[in-house]
């Protein structure tokens, strides 16, 4: 035991033992993470579903798709501040809740993206960008070596896909479920 000395008085002062100490605090970020990665997981799967509704070729969708976006992520946070209601003392916890949850998120939209792109049904057009950069000399050496034109455009895609979602879209969902879940701790 640490034994510190009370300026005012002659007796030590003894601390409980580290661990008793601490104990509150990793309860708090057990049940911050659990309830950040249930909202995470409700995200991606909001997510996934807004992007399957937006390969759908309708003339207004595209005008909902963007706002349907923040608005997922925003609630995103503001779930993960609900599910760690109780924990939640502080704007600092909150925040980190809400980073966690985004990043679930992200994660997730990134991992469905890619899978949507492999399979040729997002960034159809960059793909072809991608495979437009090689002159025919390079598509028939890449063609000798067993990669297709069809192997460069979808690995263009993947790669936008990756870049798009799995950068830019995680720190945007990060962001957002940061914000979603500062407003949940100041409004409730």
């Known amino acids: 035991m640490e034994h510190k000395q009370d300026p005012s008085s002659t007796r030590p002062i003894k601390l409980p033992p580290r661990s ?3 104990r509150g605090k990793e309860t708090t970020m057990r ?4 309830g950040a990665f249930k909202a995470g997981a ?10 399957l509704i937006s390969l759908v070729d309708v003339p207004l969708l595209p005008c909902l798709v963007i706002p349907g976006f923040i ?32 990043l679930v998120t992200g994660l997730g939209a990134a991992f ?6 492999a399979f040729g049904l997002m960034f159809t057009n960059l793909g072809e960008g991608v495979r437009a950069q090689f002159t025919s000399g390079q598509l028939q050496n890449l063609a000798e070596m067993g990669i297709s034109p069809q192997t460069v455009r979808i690995a263009g895609a993947v790669f936008f896909a990756l870049l798009v979602w799995g950068v830019f879209g995680t720190v945007v969902a ?15």
């Open 20 to 22: 008793v100490r601490f």
């Open 31 to 34: 049940a911050l993470g659990s």
């Open 71 to 102: 608005l997922i992520l925003v609630a995103n946070g503001m779930l993960a501040g609900l599910l760690t209601n109780e924990r939640l003392n502080s704007p600092r916890l909150a925040l980190r809740a809400g980073l966690l949850a985004g």
């Open 42 to 51: 409700a995200g991606t799967l909001a997510m996934a579903l807004l992007m």
């Open 174 to 188: 990060a962001a957002l479920g940061m914000l979603g879940a500062h407003l949940y701790y100041r409004l409730r």
């Open 112 to 117: 469905v993206a890619v899978l949507l792109a």
